[in-house]
């Protein structure tokens, strides 16, 4: 009885996790996408960074990343609430592989050799620690 409530808590948790990381993923996208959408804000005249202001609240991209923002804080207490930081921040670090890739796949971005060898190196780092 005891093992079965753990394999659920642990599939709970890594939903969670899922969740967690599609969500923050799509927000950095989102963000992405909106921010080359609007240009760089003006700050020298005060009526062109109003006007940035008023696109930035009615920017699609900006909205659909606040949503996403959303969910993965919602998502990120739920898994706080259930495992030690120490090891969540751990598990946390998985976005700095998944935003990459998302910009390879949806924002058709390069990235260097160095920056692959890094996406591995935390892999790896993850992997080891989350054992």
């Known amino acids: 009885m005891i093992s079965r409530l753990r394999i659920i808590e642990n599939i709970e948790i890594v939903s969670l996790f899922l969740i967690f990381l599609l969500s923050d993923t799509a927000t950095q996208i989102f963000l992405k ?23 930035l609240v009615s920017n699609f991209y900006i909205l659909t990343a606040i949503f996403f923002v959303i969910i993965a804080f919602s998502s990120w207490l ?15 670090s998985v976005v700095y592989v998944t935003v990459p890739i998302a910009s390879i796949i949806f924002l058709k971005e390069n990235i260097q050799w160095t920056q692959m060898m890094g996406i591995i190196c935390v892999s790896i780092g993850v992997f080891i620690a989350a054992e």
């Open 78 to 92: 739920a898994i706080l609430s259930k495992i030690d930081l120490s090891k969540a921040q751990i598990m946390n």
């Open 33 to 55: 996408m909106g921010a080359t959408h609007l240009g760089d804000p003006s700050f020298s005249d005060l009526d062109l960074f109003l006007n940035y202001l008023k696109d």
